[in-house]
């Protein structure tokens, strides 16, 4: 059964920084294109940033480029976002995802209804 367990979120003041992790199975970050996709109340699901197999294909939102880096932590099957320069407008719940694909698809091709998701973690980002 896949299983993807986020941490990190939590209360930041805007212009601070968080860093969310995500812990995978070895056959998930393997054999996916990893990511975050964020949900806000009255907002559309966002894909806010993935990362392919091989590390070298990444997505990031428009609103979230410059600020936002994803990376992929292999002894650990880990994925992580570092949220830096955080604004008002990031908060919402984060879901890791997981989508399964070959070695070379672009990140990009996730969207926002990849197969695997986690329970989701809150970012709240203060004015």
């Known amino acids: 059964q896949e299983q993807l367990v986020e941490s990190g979120g939590g209360l930041a003041q805007a212009g601070g920084s968080l860093r969310l992790s995500c812990a995978t199975s070895e056959s998930t970050f393997m054999t996916s294109i990893l990511g975050w996709i964020r949900q806000a109340p009255g907002k559309e699901r966002e894909l806010v940033a993935a990362i392919g197999w091989r590390g070298g294909s990444t997505y990031y939102a428009d609103s979230v480029k410059g600020r936002f880096t994803i990376s992929r932590e292999i002894d650990k099957n880990t994925v992580h976002l570092q949220m830096n320069s955080l604004e008002p407008e990031d908060t919402a719940v984060y879901y890791c995802?997981?989508?399964?694909?070959?070695?070379?698809?672009?990140?990009?091709?996730?969207?926002?209804?990849?197969?695997?998701w986690g329970q989701g973690t809150q970012v709240t980002v203060s004015s």
């Open positions: 995802a997981a989508k399964k694909s070959t070695p070379y698809t672009g990140a990009q091709t996730m969207g926002v209804n990849p197969g695997s």
